[in-house]
């Protein structure tokens, strides 16, 4: 299994590198108050860790949600012995 997730992770990174080389355009992003001009792969990769940063942080709420609540049963379950 882990060597199946190495090599699927081996072409995507394969496909990304392609794919930031052959874009590597400026283009101009618009904050609101201010834009910035940054290269294409640059931008895309920013977007694409902040997005993995964001659903890592949901995904921890979620897990600390069921660890209290793991918890909160566990000592139901102990109070009823």
């Given at each position: 299994?882990?060597?199946i997730l190495l090599i699927v992770f081996f072409c995507v990174f394969i496909i990304a590198l392609i794919f930031s080389v052959l874009n590597f355009h400026s283009v101009q992003?618009?904050?609101g108050?201010?834009?910035?001009s940054l290269p294409?792969?640059?931008a895309l990769t920013i977007e694409?860790?902040?997005g993995i940063v964001i659903?890592?942080?949901a995904a921890?709420?979620?897990i600390l949600r069921l660890k209290s609540?793991?918890?909160h049963l566990n000592k139901q379950l102990e109070k009823n012995k």
């Open positions: 299994m882990k060597l992003i618009n904050l108050f201010t834009s910035i294409l792969t640059v694409l860790f902040a659903g890592l942080l921890l709420i979620q609540d793991y918890a």
